[in-house]
Protein backbone atom coordinates (compact mmCIF):
# COMPACT_ATOMS: atom_id res chain seq x y z
CA UNK A 1 0.00 0.00 0.00
CA UNK A 2 2.70 2.43 1.14
CA UNK A 3 4.26 2.09 -3.01
CA UNK A 4 1.43 2.83 -4.46
CA UNK A 5 0.40 5.68 -2.31
CA UNK A 6 4.36 6.88 -3.17
CA UNK A 7 3.55 6.74 -6.94
CA UNK A 8 0.00 8.11 -6.56
CA UNK A 9 1.92 10.94 -4.42
CA UNK A 10 4.66 11.35 -7.69
CA UNK A 11 1.88 11.63 -10.04
CA UNK A 12 -0.17 14.08 -8.12
CA UNK A 13 3.42 16.21 -7.56
CA UNK A 14 3.57 16.30 -11.18
CA UNK A 15 -0.14 17.10 -12.21
CA UNK A 16 0.09 20.21 -9.23
CA UNK A 17 2.89 21.69 -10.89
CA UNK A 18 1.74 21.67 -14.42
CA UNK A 19 -1.94 23.03 -13.17
CA UNK A 20 -3.70 19.74 -15.23
CA UNK A 21 -7.01 18.97 -14.50
CA UNK A 22 -7.74 15.53 -13.44
CA UNK A 23 -9.61 12.92 -12.25
CA UNK A 24 -9.64 10.48 -9.77
CA UNK A 25 -11.58 7.37 -8.65
CA UNK A 26 -12.02 7.05 -4.88
CA UNK A 27 -12.11 3.83 -3.03
CA UNK A 28 -14.62 5.23 -0.21
CA UNK A 29 -18.36 6.48 -1.95
CA UNK A 30 -18.20 3.06 -4.11
CA UNK A 31 -15.67 4.58 -6.97
CA UNK A 32 -16.70 7.81 -6.82
CA UNK A 33 -15.07 10.34 -9.49
CA UNK A 34 -13.70 13.91 -9.20
CA UNK A 35 -12.35 15.95 -11.53
CA UNK A 36 -10.63 19.42 -10.95
CA UNK A 37 -7.34 21.22 -10.53
CA UNK A 38 -5.24 20.17 -7.63
CA UNK A 39 -4.65 23.54 -5.59
CA UNK A 40 -2.95 22.13 -2.54
CA UNK A 41 -0.73 19.60 -1.76
CA UNK A 42 0.08 17.93 1.44
CA UNK A 43 2.34 15.79 2.95
CA UNK A 44 2.69 15.96 6.71
CA UNK A 45 0.76 14.94 9.14
CA UNK A 46 -1.70 14.03 6.59
CA UNK A 47 -1.05 12.98 3.03
CA UNK A 48 -4.17 14.80 1.23
CA UNK A 49 -4.78 17.30 -1.76
CA UNK A 50 -7.48 19.61 -2.04
CA UNK A 51 -9.05 19.16 -5.25
CA UNK A 52 -11.22 22.45 -7.06
CA UNK A 53 -13.58 21.28 -9.54
CA UNK A 54 -17.13 23.00 -10.89
CA UNK A 55 -18.33 22.60 -7.47
CA UNK A 56 -17.97 25.61 -5.46
CA UNK A 57 -16.20 24.84 -2.66
CA UNK A 58 -13.05 22.60 -3.05
CA UNK A 59 -12.60 19.18 -1.63
CA UNK A 60 -10.09 17.41 0.51
CA UNK A 61 -9.31 14.16 -0.63
CA UNK A 62 -7.10 11.62 1.26
CA UNK A 63 -3.88 9.71 -0.58
CA UNK A 64 -5.07 6.55 0.48
CA UNK A 65 -8.53 7.26 -1.01
CA UNK A 66 -7.54 7.04 -4.62
CA UNK A 67 -7.66 4.23 -6.28
CA UNK A 68 -3.87 3.42 -7.84
CA UNK A 69 -4.07 3.38 -11.84
CA UNK A 70 -7.11 5.83 -11.57
CA UNK A 71 -5.48 9.36 -11.78
CA UNK A 72 -6.05 10.81 -15.43
CA UNK A 73 -5.03 13.97 -16.85
CA UNK A 74 -7.60 15.51 -18.90
CA UNK A 75 -5.83 18.60 -20.38
CA UNK A 76 -2.10 18.27 -20.38
CA UNK A 77 -1.00 17.92 -23.89
CA UNK A 78 3.04 18.60 -24.48
CA UNK A 79 3.94 21.44 -26.29
CA UNK A 80 5.22 19.68 -29.13
CA UNK A 81 4.30 17.67 -32.10
CA UNK A 82 2.95 13.56 -31.62
CA UNK A 83 6.08 12.28 -32.75
CA UNK A 84 7.92 13.99 -29.89
CA UNK A 85 10.08 16.63 -31.61
CA UNK A 86 9.64 20.58 -31.91
CA UNK A 87 8.38 22.28 -34.86
CA UNK A 88 11.36 23.86 -37.22
CA UNK A 89 11.23 27.79 -35.97
CA UNK A 90 9.66 30.01 -38.31
CA UNK A 91 12.49 31.90 -38.87
CA UNK A 92 13.99 28.78 -40.26
CA UNK A 93 11.00 28.34 -42.40
CA UNK A 94 11.07 31.80 -43.66
CA UNK A 95 15.21 31.29 -44.47
CA UNK A 96 14.44 28.01 -46.39
CA UNK A 97 11.73 29.47 -48.83
CA UNK A 98 13.87 32.77 -49.84
CA UNK A 99 16.63 30.69 -50.16
CA UNK A 100 14.56 28.73 -52.75
CA UNK A 101 13.30 31.92 -54.10
CA UNK A 102 9.35 30.81 -53.09
CA UNK A 103 9.54 28.28 -55.52
CA UNK A 104 8.84 24.77 -55.40
CA UNK A 105 11.70 22.31 -56.20
CA UNK A 106 9.88 19.44 -57.73
CA UNK A 107 7.16 21.44 -59.95
CA UNK A 108 8.50 24.56 -60.21
CA UNK A 109 5.10 25.68 -58.96
CA UNK A 110 5.34 30.01 -57.45
CA UNK A 111 2.59 32.00 -57.10
CA UNK A 112 0.03 33.92 -54.77
CA UNK A 113 -2.37 30.55 -55.22
CA UNK A 114 -0.05 27.88 -54.61
CA UNK A 115 0.66 27.09 -50.81
CA UNK A 116 4.31 26.40 -50.35
CA UNK A 117 5.74 23.79 -47.51
CA UNK A 118 9.20 23.24 -46.11
CA UNK A 119 10.31 19.89 -46.46
CA UNK A 120 12.99 17.34 -45.38
CA UNK A 121 14.85 15.85 -48.14
CA UNK A 122 15.77 12.51 -45.74
CA UNK A 123 12.86 12.43 -43.51
CA UNK A 124 13.57 12.98 -39.59
CA UNK A 125 11.75 8.97 -39.20
CA UNK A 126 14.47 7.97 -41.79
CA UNK A 127 17.60 9.84 -39.80
CA UNK A 128 16.98 13.57 -41.49
CA UNK A 129 17.95 16.31 -39.28
CA UNK A 130 16.94 20.27 -39.35
CA UNK A 131 19.78 21.55 -40.61
CA UNK A 132 19.66 23.65 -43.91
CA UNK A 133 21.08 21.55 -45.90
CA UNK A 134 18.17 18.75 -45.39
CA UNK A 135 15.52 21.19 -46.19
CA UNK A 136 13.36 22.06 -48.98
CA UNK A 137 11.01 24.18 -50.53
CA UNK A 138 8.05 22.04 -52.01
CA UNK A 139 4.25 22.92 -53.10
CA UNK A 140 1.10 20.98 -50.83
CA UNK A 141 0.56 18.67 -53.44
CA UNK A 142 4.51 17.55 -54.35
CA UNK A 143 4.87 17.46 -51.02
CA UNK A 144 1.78 14.72 -50.38
CA UNK A 145 2.75 12.86 -53.12
CA UNK A 146 6.18 12.44 -51.38
CA UNK A 147 5.37 11.44 -48.07
CA UNK A 148 8.40 9.71 -46.20
CA UNK A 149 10.67 8.83 -48.97
CA UNK A 150 14.15 9.86 -49.89
Do not use: W
Not at 36 to 42: A, L, M, P
Not at 90 to 106: G, M, N
Amino acid sequence: MEKEIKKINSLLRFYYREKVIVTLKLSSLNNFIIRGEIIKKRLFPYRYIIIKGSEKAPIKIFLDEILPNSIIPLDYEKKENKNNRSSLPKSLRYKILKRDRFTCQACGARGPDIELEVDHKIPVSRGGTDEESNLTTLCKDCNRGKRDKV
